[in-house]
């Protein structure tokens, strides 16, 4: 499966961006999405995971009421809406695929995307 991230950019605090991830290359119902983040000097982590439905999401808790993760399957699409932006959301942000279960461990994950670099400015 290849993972294809866009919609990064550059957004002022409060803003928001929409990022998408779209696959191709095999059966994308069958996979787990995850979104991950890397911020200059940190390590990456878990920002938003869906399973293969859409039917329950897990999002971090710094994020909860801020982002949205959903995913369309008849588009081979996973999304992360980005609301009320934050500076400290600045970051490449990766999509993710896994054969079995939401996880927010990144050893868990088959296939990455390239990422999509956001940058919130204060």
């Known amino acids: 499966v290849q993972l294809q991230a866009s919609g990064g950019g550059l957004a002022q605090a409060g803003g928001s961006l929409r990022l998408s991830c779209a696959a191709s290359g095999g059966t994308f119902s069958i996979y787990a999405m995850g979104w991950f983040r890397q911020a200059p000097g940190k390590e990456r982590e878990f920002v938003a995971g869906?399973?293969?439905?859409?039917?329950?999401?897990d999002l971090i808790d710094s994020v909860k009421g801020r982002f949205t993760v959903s995913r369309d399957n008849a588009k081979n699409t996973v999304y992360l809406q980005m609301n009320s932006l934050k500076p400290e959301d600045t970051g490449v942000y990766y999509c993710?695929?896994?054969?079995?279960?939401?996880?927010?461990?990144?050893?868990?994950?088959?296939?990455w995307g390239q990422g999509t670099q956001v940058t919130v400015s204060s």
């Open positions: 993710a695929a896994n054969r079995l279960i939401v996880s927010r461990v990144g050893i868990d994950y088959d296939y």
């Open positions: 869906i399973t293969r439905s859409g039917d329950k999401t």
